[in-house]
C-alpha cells in the first residue's frame, strides 16, 4: 500500500484515553500493539495524499466506567482495512478480511460530509489506485480463493495447520470444495 503512491495510515480507532497513532509503514503496524489491541487483527483507515487532504481525527468521549475518550480518523476519502479476524460465533474461524472506501455516488448520497469536501476528492484517482491494491493482493499476495474472494498466505497457512474460514454462508476447511488453490 504504502509503495503505490504517497498516503498516511492511522489505527481507525485509538486506544482508551490515547491520542490516534500514525503508521509509517507495514513495520510501524506489526511493531506496535495495535493487532492485539484490536483482538488479533488490524483495523487502519488513511488516505492517498493525491486523493484527497481533508481528513481529520475526531474526539468523542466514553461512558466514564470504560475511561475519558477515543479518537477516528474521519472524512470522505479515507479507506479502511479491516483484517479478518478469528470470529467467537463461528468456532473460532478466521473472517474475512475487506479494503472499503466511498464511491463518488455513494459519497453524495449518504456521507455525513459537505459537498465541497466530497467534491475536493479526486474520485478517479481513488479508484485507480484502489484497483492497484486490489489487483496487487490477488495476483501477488493471494495463496487461494474463497469464492472468488483471495485468501492471503497468513490465512491459508493457519488453513493448512488445522485452521478455519468464515465466510458467508458457512465455516470451510482446507478440503472444502469452495476453496481453490
Known amino acids: ?76 476519502g479515507t479507506f479502511q482495512l479491516l483484517q479478518g479476524r478469528p470470529h467467537d460465533l463461528a468456532d473460532n474461524a478466521l473472517n474475512l478480511s475487506c479494503f472499503t472506501h ?17 467534491s475536493e476528492v479526486n474520485w478517479a484517482e481513488l479508484k485507480c ?14 495463496k487461494a480463493k474463497l469464492f472468488k474472494r483471495p485468501i492471503l498466505e497468513g490465512a491459508y497457512t493457519d488453513l493448512k495447520n488445522g485452521g478455519k474460514l468464515f465466510g458467508q454462508p458457512g465455516v470451510y476447511l482446507i478440503g472444502s470444495e469452495e476453496i481453490e488453490s
Open 129 to 142: 489506485l484502489s484497483g492497484k491494491l486490489h489487483r496487487q493482493i490477488r495476483n501477488t499476495f493471494s
Open 1 to 76: 500500500m504504502f509503495e503505490l503512491s504517497p498516503m498516511r495510515l492511522f489505527e481507525a480507532y485509538s486506544r482508551v484515553d490515547h491520542e490516534i497513532r500514525e503508521f509509517k509503514s507495514g513495520k510501524d503496524v506489526l511493531e506496535s500493539s495495535h493487532i492485539e489491541d484490536n483482538h488479533g487483527g488490524i483495523f487502519v483507515r488513511g488516505w492517498w495524499d493525491s486523493v484527497t487532504s481533508s481528513p481529520y481525527v475526531k474526539r468523542f468521549d466514553l461512558n466514564p466506567t470504560v475511561g475519558r475518550f477515543r479518537e477516528s480518523l474521519e472524512g470522505v
Open 102 to 118: 466511498w464511491n463518488e455516488k455513494g459519497a453524495f448520497q449518504r456521507a455525513n460530509c459537505s459537498d465541497a469536501d466530497i
